[in-house]
Every structure is written in structure tokens, then in C-alpha cells.
């Protein structure tokens, strides 16, 4: 395996190619920028079109990798401690679908997180694989789910012999971790594979002070955001697989199922360059980002009534100290980010009815984490002190008449929500908080389920997925 990370051989390529000048009569029709539209080029530099190319001999196939792009998938692999590693242009989504259709098939069982991205219910769709799922724990400190049990692991395992799989997410959207290397551990004693959606944990293993990765503690395969933690562009994130029991020929047929067949050179040049940066300027990227993380987070807690946890806590393991999550008293979250928003131009990455997430990148300063922190200063100030007591109550997972394929393609039809008790759902809903699915496809609505949406509709709250957008009704299973 090449390890010279001072290499970067897709953006190496794409120069050399471009350098050629080349007569070109490939897609796109662009052709190198020359009939882009020119407020696009205007607005975006027409340079970066240059670069816009598609598969030719001399630039490699993503799909047929032998040249450029194999080399870059390679040094990723060497950098994160895998064996395989796929870059992918299509977000973590297809990786997640991607380890799921690869590792179960039609009836087969895999454990599955409940608090997981709804890209799970996606792969689970496609392979018609039949979902036992597992709640994490609760935890009061963050108003959300917290960490997975080991313990509970085991006993789904115990309770459901022929598991095949597990996929969870570490850490979550909050920063939680759970016991990855027990969890790993545990599935390897059933013969199962510990499939992880690291979507928020690409830096994740690069400093002591962080959790490791969950290919570092046992992990046979795990999908990476290198978009949202290491610096990559939009939608760009990678696979890695490091087992003895996955077959990385079912992982390259499933991404050749869910991933685009006209890949963007100019995403997967990002993340080669992301990679090449974190090798070379690792570091200190990591560092810093870890120093401005806690930086915020104290000058966070210093302000009266707001509140920024960190570390082991009931229901939670671990947390990752680079992902800040904060809660002001007297004020729901979706409140104080609109706040911060529009009147101090801070955009923060989500809100929920408690608490607000700020996404720290490895290149901010102490004076952008002093932005935000004057900003929550100065809203406090006119805040009443009113600890935010809403307790955080979800309803059991209710029981499943149809796996999600076959709730997917039945025969649906909307019926009025306060008639819908007994029925089979056949979408997925979300509510916030916590944003994780309160039911999926093929599960019965049971009178708690029922309560728990009325009341969440009553109550404004946001909720995800109704196919019915005034949320009256909901799409069931008509005839299975």
C-alpha cells in the first residue's frame, strides 16, 4: 500500500490534465467552463470549472479505480487505519446503505440503533433486511438519547442469536459516544459485524485527548462526513473497512448501486486534499480545533443560566469535547438560535427545544468563538432565569407487523391521525426534540405513539417526515 502522504494524486491528475489543454468533447457540456453560464462562473471563479471533468484514460474511473484515484483511496486507508477505504460523493447516506446492503440480506436480521440516520431506513428498504432495534439510554443532561448499553447489546444478541449485523451511530448528532470497543467486542463474540455511522467522528483517533475511531476500537466498517469535521466540501465522505469477516466485493457492488456513475473530480479532489492536510498538518489542525472548542465552551459556562456539558454523565459514556452543545435557561433552543441568527448573523448548526449545536472547524479563532460567546452573554441578559424543567419522555418502540421494505411497497393510503391507532405506518416520522424516528415503516401505531404525535403537533414542535405536511394524517399500510 502507497504511504507517502505527501502525495495528492487526484489534485496532481486534474492539474496535469487541465495543463494538457486537451480538445474536449466529453461530458460535461460545459467543457472545461467554456459554455458555463457566466453568473455561475461569475459567482463561483471560472477556474474551478477547468477541473469539472469527467472519466477519461487519463484521469481514472471511481467505479474501475487503477490509477489516481486508487493511489488516493489508498493513502486515505494508510492515514485511517484501514484496510479499504472507498471515497464517496454521495455523503455518508449510500455508506451507511452501503454497509447495510452488503452485510444482510432479504430476511436476515440486523440490529439497529434507534436513534440512527434516517439513511439506515434507506439501506434497510433495499436489502429488506428485518430490523430488531435497540434504544440508547436516555439522558437528562443533553435532553436526548444518550449512549448505547453494552448490556443491551447483549441481550438483543442473546434474545436474537441470528443477528447478523449491528449499526449504530457514534458519536451522534450531540457528540455522545458509546463503549465502542465492548459493543465491538460483543458482536464479534456472535459472529456478527459492528457497522458504525461516524458521520460526526472523521476526526475522531487523531489526538489522545479525543475518543478513538470505531475502526480503532473494533469497528468492521464505518461510514465518515469528512465534510463536517475534517474540511472537505459538502456532501464528500468516505468508507472504511477494516475486518476479517466483511466481504469488500459486496461493498464495492453495493456502492456501485447507491452511488452516482458521474462522480465529481472536484469532490473527490477535496477529499484527497482534506486527507493529504490532515497528514501533513494534522496536529495542529486537531489542536486547535480541540483549544477553540474549549475555549467556547468555558467562556459558555462562565454566563449564568446557560449550560454546556461535556464528558461522562448519566446515560452517556463518553462525549467528543470538540462538538458544543449549549442550553440557556428561560429559552428553548429553536428560540435562541433564531436569536443568534438574526440579530448577531450567527449561524449555528441545529437547535432543538433545549439546546443549541455549534459545528467548531479545525481553522476558527478564539474570535469567532468570542463572537458567539458575546452574543449568548448579551441574550442572557435579558433572559428570566427559568431552569428549563421539561423532562425527556419518548414512547416505547412499538411493535413491527412488516419490515420496512414491505410496508414500503404496499399499498398506502392517508387516514385522518386520530384514526390512525392499530394501524401500520408506512413513513417514518421524527419529531424535535430529539430528532430521532418515533416510528418507522411496518410498525403498528400504538395508543402511546398516538399521544406522543398529537401532542407534538399540538405543541408546535418540529416534526420530520409526514407525508402530509398539516400533519392530519398519516400514510398507512392499506392492504399488506
Do not use: W
Not at 297 to 305: A, D, F, K
Not at 457 to 464: D, L, S
Amino acid at each position: 500500500m502507497n504511504t507517502n502522504q505527501n502525495r495528492i494524486p487526484i489534485a496532481d491528475m486534474l492539474k496535469a490534465f487541465k495543463d494538457l489543454d486537451p480538445g474536449y468533447f466529453c461530458v460535461p457540456s460545459h467543457h472545461m467552463g467554456r459554455g458555463a453560464s457566466e453568473v455561475f462562473a461569475s459567482l463561483m471563479g471560472s477556474n474551478i470549472l477547468k477541473y469539472d471533468v469527467t472519466e477519461t484514460p487519463l484521469t481514472d474511473d471511481l467505479h474501475e479505480a487503477e490509477g489516481a484515484i486508487m493511489e488516493a483511496q489508498e493513502l486515505a486507508a494508510d492515514l485511517f487505519g484501514a484496510d479499504r477505504t472507498f471515497f464517496l460523493v454521495n455523503g455518508t447516506t449510500c455508506g451507511n446503505e452501503a454497509m447495510i446492503i452488503s452485510s444482510v440480506s432479504e430476511g436476515e436480521k440486523i440490529l439497529v440503533a434507534r436513534n440512527c440516520h434516517k439513511s439506515v431506513l434507506m439501506g434497510l428498504i433495499i436489502s429488506g433486511a428485518v430490523p430488531v432495534y435497540i434504544e440508547p439510554e436516555n439522558s437528562p443532561e443533553f435532553f436526548t438519547f444518550g449512549s448505547i448499553s453494552p448490556e443491551k447489546v447483549e441481550k438483543a444478541f442473546e434474545a436474537n442469536p441470528d443477528i447478523k449485523a449491528f449499526i449504530m451511530t457514534n458519536p451522534t448528532y450531540y457528540g455522545i459516544c458509546s463503549d465502542m470497543k465492548s459493543i465491538a467486542d460483543i458482536c464479534h463474540a456472535h459472529e456478527a459485524m459492528l457497522l458504525v455511522d461516524e458521520a460526526h467522528g472523521a476526526h475522531l483517533g487523531f489526538s489522545d485527548i479525543l475518543p478513538k475511531s470505531a475502526i480503532g476500537l473494533g469497528a468492521d466498517m464505518s461510514a465518515q462526513s469528512t465534510h463536517k469535521t475534517l474540511g472537505s466540501m459538502t456532501q464528500t465522505s468516505m468508507l472504511h473497512v477494516k475486518s476479517s469477516i466483511a466481504d469488500v466485493t459486496k461493498v464495492d457492488s453495493a456502492l456501485r448501486i447507491v452511488q452516482s456513475t458521474s462522480p465529481s473530480y472536484i469532490l473527490m479532489a477535496s477529499l484527497d486534499c482534506a486527507r493529504h492536510d490532515m497528514a501533513v498538518n494534522g496536529d495542529k489542525i486537531i489542536s486547535n480545533l480541540i483549544a477553540c472548542s474549549q475555549y467556547l465552551r468555558e467562556g459558555l459556562n462562565s454566563i449564568s443560566g446557560v449550560h454546556s456539558p461535556c464528558g461522562p454523565s448519566e446515560g452517556v459514556f463518553d462525549t467528543d469535547p470538540t462538538r458544543v452543545v449549549f442550553s440557556l435557561d428561560g429559552m428553548g433552543g429553536f428560540e435562541l438560535a433564531d436569536m443568534l441568527l438574526e440579530k448577531y448573523r450567527i449561524a449555528t448548526e441545529m437547535a432543538d427545544s433545549r439546546n443549541v449545536i455549534a459545528v467548531i472547524g479545525g481553522g476558527d479563532s478564539t474570535a469567532d468563538m468570542d463572537r458567539l460567546i458575546n452574543a449568548v452573554r448579551e441574550i442572557s441578559t435579558g433572559c428570566a432565569k427559568k431552569h428549563n424543567s421539561e423532562s425527556f419522555i419518548f414512547p416505547p418502540v412499538p411493535p413491527m407487523a412488516m419490515t420496512p421494505r414491505q410496508a414500503y411497497f404496499a399499498k398506502t393510503g392517508a387516514v385522518p391521525l386520530e384514526n390512525a391507532v392499530g394501524m401500520i405506518s408506512a413513513e417514518m416520522i421524527a419529531p424535535y426534540p430529539p430528532g430521532i424516528p418515533v416510528i418507522y415503516p411496518g410498525e403498528i401505531i400504538t395508543q402511546d405513539i398516538h399521544s406522543f404525535l398529537v401532542e407534538a403537533v399540538e405543541k408546535g414542535r418540529h416534526i420530520h417526515s409526514f407525508s402530509d405536511k398539516t400533519m392530519k394524517t398519516i400514510k398507512t399500510v392499506m392492504e399488506k
